[in-house]
């Protein structure tokens, strides 16, 4: 059975609600073209698209956008020789690029966030799922505990710390992506005693668990990295697809960490 781009959009957005201000979609390609091949990505990098081209797949479904910001900026865009050059070696490739980014966050649960946590083995341990976070009820466990847990199981080799390493955490939040500002989290340190989190302003979140650990509270927080706490879910992406769509290869390719310790 022939398999559409069309189709694969579709079944990503089945269910959802996107307005006209939604980051994703179709960004490069046919959406009545036939299906080869899919990679699924975090990020639409030029070696991962590639790698795309490499495994004869002519769709790309990336969660990040292409151009280096969430929103399309054109000023940015045709200001920047690179930006040109990479957009013409996409059209080389005649390889369709599809964004998904909105709708994968919109579904209930938050597919990112599952992923994370379905990655960890963590589901029975889930007491509340909200649309920017979930909330889970553990076994005794220091950050330190933690912390070598999620390296083992993330296969991440650095991992951000604040807060007290040895305190014994029951109640933890975990928040994927660029949510872990004061906004969402600092609410969430009166009810929990740890959150993880992928990345959030320096001064907000780790300013707070540091001030209260000096009125001696038991608080800490855990930092993985964007990427690093949302590619589970793109990789989860990838499995369902493979699921529903068994006639077409569906590749997952990581997203390896841009920053080295030096």
């Not at 909105?102 to 007491?127: C, F, K, M, N």
Request: proline share 5%; glycine share 6%; net charge negative.
């Amino acid at each position: 059975m022939m398999v559409t781009i069309q189709d694969v959009m579709e079944q990503i957005e089945k269910g959802i609600s996107l307005d006209s201000s939604t980051v994703d979609g179709l960004k490069y390609g046919n959406k009545e073209d036939q299906v080869t091949g899919i990679v699924v990505s975090f990020m639409a990098s030029l070696d991962v698209i590639r790698k795309a081209v490499d495994l004869n797949a002519n769709l790309l479904i990336t969660h990040e956008g292409l151009f280096y910001q969430h929103h399309s900026n054109h000023l940015l865009e045709k200001n920047m020789s690179l930006i040109e050059q990479k957009k013409t070696i996409i059209e080389e490739t005649n390889l369709a690029i599809y964004r998904n980014h909105d709708a994968i966050h919109r579904s209930d649960p938050d597919g990112i966030t599952q992923g994370l946590i379905e990655s960890l083995d963590w589901q029975q341990y889930v007491y509340e799922n909200a649309p920017s976070h979930s909330i889970l009820h553990i076994p005794n466990k220091t950050p330190v505990q933690i912390a070598s847990y999620l390296k083992e199981k993330l296969g991440i080799e650095n991992i951000r710390f604040v807060g007290n390493p040895y305190i014994k955490c029951e109640k933890i939040a975990v928040l994927v992506g660029y949510r872990g500002n004061g906004v969402n989290t600092i609410p969430l340190l009166d009810k929990v005693d740890l959150v993880i989190y992928g990345e959030g302003p320096e001064w907000e979140t780790p300013e707070f668990v540091w001030d209260a650990i000096q009125q001696g509270a038991s608080k800490g927080l855990i930092q993985l990295g964007h990427a690093e706490s949302e590619d589970p879910g793109m990789k989860r992406l990838a499995n369902q697809l493979q699921h529903t769509f068994p006639d077409v290869p569906v590749t997952f390719i990581p997203t390896a960490s841009r920053f080295y310790i030096i």
